[in-house]
C-alpha cells in the first residue's frame, strides 16, 4: 500500500513537472531562510554556556544619574564586589577585572599589542571555568607578576618552548612571569581573554586607598551566589546597599549611583545600551526581528504550498472518484493525500539543506559569524526538523484529503462538482497573508535603509574623514608634541593636527564642576581635554566665542569651550550670554582617586556648535572642553585623500624614529565611529537578503496560482475571445482578482509595519520620520510585483488559440 502511495506521488510530480517544482522550490527557499537564522540564532545563544557555575555567575552593571543626564556603563568602582561579599554571605566570591588596553608585550624580539590583556582577582580561576593545561590553579595568580596565557598566545610568544617560567616585558616596565597556561575560550564567550594577570597589582601603582573608592569607574565586577539562590532577594537589598556606600559620593558629585545585577546569560545578548563594555555584545531585538523573519519566510512559503496543493488537488478529483469505485474507502484517500504532501515537504526539506550548505559561507562573510551546519545534527534537532516536515504536510494535506475524499464516485465521474472545487476562499485567503508579510517586509526594509543611510550621512558637527588617530604611547612624544606637530606639518599631505583625551566615538573622561551662582552642587560631566588646534583640525564650528589661543597665556589654566546642550542645561539661553560665565573644575585627585576640594577656576570663551561625540542611539549631553596636556592620549592628523599610503608610510617611518620600542599603530576615525553601527549593518544586509527572497517565494506561488487559474478558466477565455473580447481585456479580467487580494493585503500591512518600525526606530535618539510616501512606494512596489509576476500567465493564456481550449468541449 505505501509503495502504491509513493509510486503514485513520484506520477504526479513527473506528470505536473513545473508547477512541482514551483511548489517545491518556494517550501525549499522558506525553510533553507529558516534553518539559517536558526543557526545564527542558536549560535546567539551559545554565548557563556560553558561555564560550569553558570547559573550562579552574575555581572554588576552601573546606572549613573546626573543632573544633565545619565548613563548606563558596564564599568563599576573597585570596591564594589568586595563590599558585596562583606555584607551578603549569599554572595559567595566576587572578581574584579581590568581591562590593560592592548599593552605592548615583549619577549626577545618579538613585539605584539595584546587586545585582550586582563588582570583579575584569582577568584576569578574559581568562579569561571578556564581550566588550566599548564600550571597549578591554585597558585597561578598567587604572585603580583603571575600570568597565565591561552594556548594560542603561548604559541604566538614562544613557538614549541614551554611557556612556564618565561618573562614577557608588558607595556616597557612590567616584567610578567608566565604560571599558567589555560585552553582557548571558546568562541561563545563575551569576556575575551588572551592574558590574565593578577589584580593586586595594582596596589603597587595606585594604592589600597584608591582600590577600595566609589568614584573610579573602570572594573568590571563579577559575583558568585549560593547555588539555587533567588537573586531577586539581593536585588531587593541593594537600594540601601547603594546608599551606604555611596551617599557621601553622591552628596559631593550630584551622581547617583544604581548597581543592576545582570544574569551572565544575558550579558552577550542584552547589554547594547551599555557603555564602556569589553564585552563581545549581540542585540537581543535583532535576535526577535531574525527570528520574525524566518517565521515570515516560513509562513509565506507553507503558505504557498498549502495553496498550489488544493489548488492542484481539484485536477484529481476523477481520480478519487476511480478509486472509490475500485474499492478504496475514505481512510485511505487520506493517507494517501496526507503521505504525498509529507514526501514532498521531505524533498524540500532536503532541497533546503542543500541550499544551506551551499550558501553559508557568503551568509559568514556578511553576517561576521562562523556558522556550521553539521553541528545543527543532534538528537534535539533532528526531532524538531521531523516535527516540521510532519507539521507543514499535514497542514497542506489536510484540507485536499478530506475535502476530496468526501466526494460521491458518480457525481464526481459525471463532472458535476467542477464548478464546486477549488478551495477558493482558502487560496484568497492565503494571498493576502503572504503578501501582506511581504509587504511588511517590504515597508521595513524601506525604513532600515533609510535610517542606515542617515546615519552613514547625517552632519555630525565634526569632520571625520581622513582624520588619522596615533596613540601616545610614552611620556616624552605627550611632552614634545608641539615639536611633533611641526615635523608632521611638513609634510604636505598632512593640513592639520592636533593632541587630546576624547575623541568621537572612544572613551572620554568624566569630570565634576561647579558653577557659581547657579544655585546648585556639583555637576558631573563630560569633558574632552585637548589642545588649541583640536576645533579647526577636527572641523567644528563655533556658535559664539573664540576658540583656544596661544596668545591668551591664562587659556591652558582658566578658559573653557563648552557646547550648545551644556549651556542649555546650565540655563544660560544663548551661547551669547554664556561667554564670560564662570566654572569651577573640582579636580580629579589622582592619589586616592576622590574628588579634590581644590578648584581650578576658569571662564567660558567660546561654546562649539553641537556634535555627535557618541552614537546616534544617544542624544548630545552637556561637554566642556579644556586644555590639559598631560593627560593627552592620541594625536590625530588631518590627511589629503591623495597618496593616503604615502602619508601612512611618512607617519610610520616618523613613529618609529620617536619610539622604536612600540609597533606602529593608527586608526581612522570614520571607521572607528563606523563600528558603533556594525550590529545595524549586518542587521540591514540579513534583513533586505530575507526579505528579497520572501519576496520571491511569494512571486513564485502567485505565478503558480495564476497559471493554474488561467488553467481552470481556459474554455470561458476561448469563449470571450471568440465574442470578441481583447487581449488587454483578458488580461485584466484575470489580473483583477488578484489584485484585490494585494490591495487587501496592503490595509492589513501598513498598520503592522508602522507599529514594528516604530519601535525599532525609538532605539535611536536621532532618526528618520516615517513619511507617508515610504509606506505609499512600498504598497506601489508590492502591487507591481504582484502584476508582473501575474501578467505573464494573463498574457499567454490571452493569446492562446481559442480553437485548442474549446475543441473538446
Known sequence: MIKNYITVALRNLSRHKVFSFINILGLALGLACCITIFLFVQDEFRYDTFHSKGDRIYRLNNNRIRENGADFTAMTPPALGPALVKDYPEVQKTARFFDMRSPLVVYEDKKFFEPDFLLADSSALEIFTLPLVKGNPQ????????????????????????????????????????????????????????????FNLLRDFVGQERLSNWVWHQFFTYILVQEKYDIASLEAKLPQ????????????????????????????????????????????????????????????????????????????????GLRKVVGANRKQLISQFIGESILLVSIAMGMAFILVYVTLPIFNDFSSKNLQLLPMFNILSILGILVLILVVGLLAGLYPAFFLSAFQPVRVLKGELRSRLGGYTLRQTLVVLQFAISTVLIIGTAIVFRQLNYIQHTNLGFSKEQLVSLPIRNGDMRRNFE????????????????????????????????????????????????????????????AAGRNFSKDFGR??????????????????????????????????????????????????????????????????????????????????????????????????????????????????????????????QIFSKVFITFTLLSIFIACLGLFGLASFTAGQRSKEIGIRKVLGASVPGIVFLLSKDFLKLVLLSLVIAVPLAWYAMSSWLEDFAYRIDMDWWVFAMAGLVAVLIALFTISFQSIKAALSNPVKSLRNE
Open 555 to 680: 587659556d591652558v589654566e582658566g578658559a573653557y569651550i563648552l557646547n550648545e546642550t551644556a549651556v542649555r542645561e546650565f540655563g544660560w539661553g544663548t551661547p551669547e550670554k554664556a561667554l564670560g560665565k564662570e566654572i569651577h573644575w573640582k579636580k580629579w585627585n589622582q592619589d586616592n582617586a576622590t574628588i579634590s576640594d581644590s578648584l581650578k577656576r576658569g571662564k567660558v570663551i567660546g561654546v562649539v556648535k553641537d556634535f555627535h561625540y557618541k552614537s546616534l542611539h544617544q542624544k548630545i549631553e552637556p561637554l566642556v572642553l579644556h586644555i590639559y596636556p598631560s593627560a593627552f592620549e592620541d594625536i590625530v592628523v588631518k590627511i589629503r585623500p591623495e597618496n593616503m599610503k604615502a602619508t601612512l608610510a611618512f607617519l610610520e617611518n616618523k613613529w618609529t624614529k620617536l619610539d622604536a620600542n612600540w609597533p606602529f599603530e593608527y586608526t581612522f576615525l570614520d571607521e572607528q565611529f563606523a563600528r558603533k553601527y556594525e550590529s545595524e
Open 241 to 320: 546597599f547603594i546608599t551606604t556606600y555611596t551617599a557621601d559620593e553622591t552628596a559631593r558629585s550630584g551622581t547617583r549611583y544604581n548597581f543592576k545585577i545582570q544574569p551572565l546569560k544575558d550579558v552577550h545578548l542584552q547589554s547594547s545600551h551599555l557603555e564602556f563594555d569589553i564585552a563581545q555584545r549581540g542585540d537581543i531585538q535583532y535576535v526577535y526581528a531574525f527570528s520574525a523573519i524566518a517565521l515570515f519566510a516560513l509562513l509565506i512559503a507553507c503558505f504557498n504550498f498549502m495553496n498550489l496543493s488544493t489548488a492542484r488537488s481539484t485536477k484529481r478529483a476523477k481520480e478519487v
Open 483 to 542: 615639536g611633533i606637530k611641526t615635523e608632521l606639518l611638513q609634510n604636505p599631505n598632512i593640513t592639520a593636527a592636533t593632541s587630546c583625551y576624547g575623541l568621537p566615538g572612544s572613551l572620554f573622561a568624566g569630570d565634576a564642576i561647579t558653577i557659581p551662582g547657579s544655585g546648585s552642587d556639583i555637576t558631573t560631566i563630560n569633558m574632552f581635554l585637548v589642545d588649541y588646534d583640536y576645533i579647526p583640525t577636527l572641523g567644528m564650528e563655533l
Open 139 to 198: 597558585t597561578a595568580l598567587k604572585e603580583k607578576f603571575s600570568l597565565i596565557i591561552t594556548e594560542s598566545t603561548a604559541k604566538k610568544y614562544f613557538g614549541t618552548e614551554d611557556p612556564l617560567g618565561k618573562v614577557v616585558t608588558v607595556s616597557g616596565e612590567l616584567k610578567f612571569t608566565v604560571t599558567g597556561v589555560m585552553k582557548d575560550l571558546p568562541m561563545h564567550t563575551h569576556l575575551k581573554i588572551n592574558c590574565l594577570g593578577n
